[in-house]
């Protein structure tokens, strides 16, 4: 049976201690500042492999009666690639303030046709820092949600049983607005944050939320809770993802009235999957206006880009759509799907500036990764 959660509805505040009842420790500096070097699974003070089933509540109920049974993800507009060896740049973190840009005219109900017009952007700086493989991090705080969005643009390493491990960002809704890195030693990843006004509406990080199956093997799919005027990110990954089969992913809706979708899965191993999203609230009454592979517009006109590779060389895809590259000066890109096995640390998917541009970075050195990806235009 699908187990979930829901943290944040729109960023109704939910208090701390109700995130993980059976699991104090990873509580235990809620509502501090954080430390870097948390405790890891291994020294105790962490539930035991054995009880790892207690991380998150065991509920009865999927996402909600209608939309809860199992689904098929509609894999069509997968992308293979082939190696390319372009080093991977992403992990120097060199941010930089672009105070212009060019953006083009655009109907927001359908991909954007060229054109120009000039604008300045409001300042902002985006910065990055790295949570390494073999160190755990507890209630790390990384920013404030009255100032900042911030999310994982890369996620690696070994996320596979025995020791089931977990890594999330967001705001933990224990009232101080702090958003807070959560990382078992095991595993690694890279998180990106910006100044709300990097972007010119001051979009606002909700609190966090996740959903996942416990020794269930499936597909399920459900609401995530937020509406087309939230971009739900991948904000985690935990548990054990061992094959191409297992997933964790969102489907962003281009309506105010339609809720965004999530979809989980869970086929090999130990059929135990969690993911968690971060949604950040662009408006009241229109929808999040993206940047894709087809344009620029509604999340259904602009589309993701949708890759797989099955390579143990390190494959690099720029991001661009009719020609265009998508731009750092522009846009803020992210996670929206990750599939596949993260075994070792040379299993990952990255999405980062460089350049000037956005990339997608992937490697598979024990099977196969599969990524979805989509952007965000500074200027709504």
Same mark, same amino acid.
């Given at each position: 049976m699908?187990?979930?959660? =829901?943290?944040?509805?729109?960023?109704?505040? +939910?208090?701390?201690?109700?995130?993980?009842?059976?699991?104090?420790?990873?509580l235990?500096?809620?509502?501090?500042? $954080?430390?870097?070097?948390? =405790? @890891? %699974?291994?020294?105790?003070?962490?539930?035991?492999v054995?009880?790892?089933?207690?991380?998150?509540?065991?509920?009865?109920?999927?996402?909600?009666?209608k939309n809860?049974?199992?689904?098929?993800e509609d894999?069509?507009?997968?992308t293979a690639?082939? *190696?390319n060896?372009?080093?991977?740049?992403?992990l120097?973190?060199?941010?930089?303030e672009?105070?212009?840009?060019v953006?083009?005219d655009?109907?927001?109900?359908?991909a954007e046709p060229?054109?120009?017009r000039? =604008?300045?952007?409001?300042?902002?700086?985006?910065?990055v820092?790295?949570? *390494?493989?073999?160190?755990?991090?507890?209630t790390?705080?990384?920013?404030?949600t009255?100032?900042?969005?911030?999310?994982?643009?890369?996620?690696? $390493?070994?996320?596979?049983?025995?020791v089931?491990? =977990?890594?999330?960002?967001?705001?933990?809704g224990?009232?101080?607005?702090? +958003?807070?890195?959560?990382?078992?030693?095991?595993?690694?990843a890279?998180?990106r944050?910006?100044p709300?006004?990097?972007?010119?509406n001051?979009?606002?990080?909700?609190?966090?939320?996740?959903t996942?199956?416990w020794?269930?093997?499936?597909?399920?799919?459900?609401?995530?809770?937020?509406?087309g005027?939230?971009?739900?990110?991948?904000? $985690?990954?935990?548990?054990?993802?061992?094959?191409g089969?297992?997933?964790? $992913?969102?489907t962003? @809706?281009?309506?105010?009235?339609?809720?965004?979708?999530?979809?989980i899965?869970?086929?090999?191993?130990? #059929?135990?999957?969690?993911?968690?999203?971060?949604?950040?609230?662009?408006?009241?009454?229109? *929808?999040?206006?993206?940047?894709g592979?087809?344009?620029?517009?509604?999340?259904?006109?602009?589309?993701?880009?949708n890759?797989?590779?099955?390579?143990?060389s +390190?494959?690099?895809i720029?991001?661009s759509?009719?020609?265009?590259?998508?731009?750092?000066a522009?846009?803020? #890109?992210?996670?929206?799907?990750f599939?596949?096995?993260l075994? @070792?640390?040379?299993?990952?998917?990255?999405v980062?500036p460089?350049?000037?541009?956005?990339?997608?970075?992937?490697?598979a050195?024990?099977g196969? %990764?599969?990524?979805?990806?989509?952007c +965000?235009?500074?200027?709504?």
């Amino acid at each position: 049976m699908l187990k979930s959660q =829901t943290r944040a509805n729109l960023g109704q505040g +939910i208090k701390c201690v109700a995130l993980l009842a059976a699991s104090s420790s990873l509580l235990a500096g809620c509502g501090d500042e $954080g430390t870097i070097g948390g =405790t @890891s %699974v291994a020294d105790g003070t962490r539930p035991a492999v054995a009880s790892n089933s207690a991380l998150l509540p065991k509920l009865d109920a999927r996402f909600d009666a209608k939309n809860g049974q199992p689904a098929i993800e509609d894999d069509s507009a997968e992308t293979a690639v082939s *190696p390319n060896q372009v080093p991977f740049k992403g992990l120097e973190g060199i941010p930089k303030e672009v105070l212009t840009q060019v953006i083009r005219d655009r109907d927001h109900n359908i991909a954007e046709p060229e054109g120009a017009r000039t =604008t300045t952007l409001k300042s902002g700086t985006p910065w990055v820092r790295g949570f *390494p493989d073999g160190t755990a991090y507890n209630t790390y705080v990384i920013g404030n949600t009255a100032t900042d969005i911030c999310w994982p643009y890369a996620i690696g $390493g070994k996320i596979r049983t025995p020791v089931l491990p =977990t890594m999330f960002v967001g705001d933990w809704g224990d009232g101080t607005n702090n +958003i807070r890195v959560y990382k078992d030693a095991q595993g690694w990843a890279n998180v990106r944050c910006v100044p709300r006004t990097i972007f010119w509406n001051l979009p606002y990080q909700l609190q966090y939320n996740y959903t996942y199956l416990w020794n269930q093997c499936g597909s399920y799919s459900g609401n995530s809770g937020h509406t087309g005027n939230v971009a739900d990110m991948l904000g $985690g990954l935990g548990y054990d993802y061992a094959e191409g089969a297992d997933k964790f $992913g969102i489907t962003q @809706s281009s309506s105010t009235s339609v809720q965004n979708t999530l979809q989980i899965g869970q086929q090999f191993s130990t #059929c135990s999957g969690v993911g968690y999203y971060n949604g950040v609230q662009f408006f009241n009454n229109q *929808p999040v206006v993206f940047s894709g592979p087809d344009g620029i517009g509604w999340a259904n006109a602009a589309g993701e880009w949708n890759y797989t590779t099955q390579s143990a060389s +390190i494959v690099t895809i720029a991001l661009s759509h009719n020609a265009t590259l998508v731009t750092e000066a522009d846009n803020e #890109c992210y996670l929206s799907y990750f599939g596949g096995s993260l075994s @070792s640390n040379q299993d990952y998917v990255a999405v980062f500036p460089s350049g000037g541009n956005w990339w997608l970075q992937m490697q598979a050195l024990n099977g196969g %990764v599969r990524a979805k990806v989509r952007c +965000i235009p500074h200027s709504q």
